[in-house]
């Protein structure tokens, strides 16, 4: 079965960070004294032009800017990123352009100026609204400048904004956990992204775990009162740890989990190509180390690697994306983005079910509450020796 592109992204990473956070295991990097924005910029540009051919003739449906802290860049930068990016790929109209912020980089006037050079949606890095929490996560911001932030934000004109939570932080009571939603809710955001504290490896907690970290029947606990919150304030789950009001789902994400395209430009940045006239499964990655990547975008050595994705592991990277969705997936968009038939994955579809995982019903496939607890469980079933 020939492939069928899927809906174009594209992802620009920008790996700088005041600080580095204890928990982060994204590539992010202590900023230098100076940020070379315009040769980075350049670099970009560079990184694009390279991978363009991967995508003559495609439109981009959304852009993400994310890191490190892409808001230590200035509007400028991103805004000549954006005009280089949109003469060189076909720009769907009104395509989401989103931002990711740190509250503590928050300025007066920035957001108007980042609202001008066309960024129509931000992600803010809350965390929490509790300041001992913040300062036992390293973050740079406490709990006023996070409000101020925002506030600033809707004020320019932003009326598409994401906030950020984590819960089950060190020493967090269910009580904290539920202030820090009501928190979230006040300030009205169009999105809200709940998510759980892990301890990822090679980060400074996994080396030296915080104290006070709630086991995890509190953690359950907070998830579910927490997610009973969110919902009562007209907030609609729509992925395991997304929930939006109605029409604004990040569509840029969403394209990730429905198994989309998206080019993946910037140090460390990665993406994902249906590539060729047969169609085949491109991933490609770009150097970590910003200085290494400044010296090599656009030339061999800027292709830090790249895999096509066998038939037979198509069908784990599928569901690594598509069963982190609520409304799971449809068995043709299966057979549509991967090329396999529906048979080849019948057998762990049967065990998923009888698991009280899933269930299906015709052409759909969807998670069962059960199945979303046990989402990492669920995906491993289809993951080949």
Not at 120 to 130: A, C, E, K, P
């Amino acid at each position: 079965m020939d492939l069928i592109p899927p809906p174009l992204a594209l992802y620009v990473h920008i790996p700088w960070c005041v600080r580095k956070c204890p928990y982060c295991d994204f590539n992010s990097h202590h900023q230098p004294r100076k940020l070379p924005v315009d040769e980075y910029v350049a670099a970009l540009v560079r990184d694009l032009e390279q991978d363009l051919p991967l995508a003559w003739g495609r439109t981009v449906h959304s852009v993400f800017f994310g890191g490190g802290t892409p808001s230590l860049f200035p509007a400028s930068a991103i805004g000549a990123i954006l005009e280089a990016a949109s003469a060189r790929l076909r720009f769907a109209p009104g395509a989401e352009v989103t931002l990711e912020c740190n509250p503590g980089t928050a300025e007066h006037g920035r957001f108007e100026e980042y609202r001008a050079a066309g960024v129509n949606r931000l992600s803010f890095g809350v965390q929490s609204f509790d300041d001992g929490c913040l300062q036992a996560l390293g973050r740079i911001h406490d709990s006023g400048e996070a409000e101020a932030a925002v506030k600033l934000a809707q004020d320019a004109g932003f009326d598409n904004i994401n906030l950020d939570l984590m819960y089950a932080l060190p020493q967090q009571t269910l009580a904290m956990a539920l202030h820090d939603v009501e928190r979230a809710v006040a300030l009205q955001p169009a999105h809200l992204s709940h998510y759980h504290l892990t301890l990822e490896p090679n980060t400074v907690f996994a080396s030296r775990p915080p104290a006070g970290i709630p086991d995890a029947d509190v953690a359950w606990d907070m998830q579910d009162e927490c997610v009973a919150a969110i919902e009562a304030a007209g907030y609609g789950q729509y992925e395991v740890s997304a929930y939006a009001r109605p029409g604004r789902q990040c569509a840029h994400n969403l394209n990730y989990w429905k198994y989309g395209d998206y080019l993946g430009i910037g140090a460390g940045a990665h993406g994902k190509l249906s590539t060729g006239s047969d169609q085949r499964i491109l991933r490609r990655w770009k150097p970590k180390n910003p200085t290494g990547y400044l010296h090599a975008a656009g030339t061999a050595e800027g292709i830090g690697g790249e895999e096509f994705i066998s038939p037979e592991a198509r069908p784990f990277d599928y569901m690594l994306n598509a069963l982190r969705l609520v409304e799971g997936f449809s068995l043709r968009d299966f057979e549509v983005r991967t090329g396999l038939p529906r048979a080849a994955i019948r057998k762990e579809l049967d065990h998923a079910v009888l698991s009280g995982w899933l269930t299906i019903d015709g052409d759909r496939v969807v998670p069962t509450e059960l199945g979303r607890r046990f989402t990492n469980d669920v995906i491993g079933l289809f993951l080949k020796d």
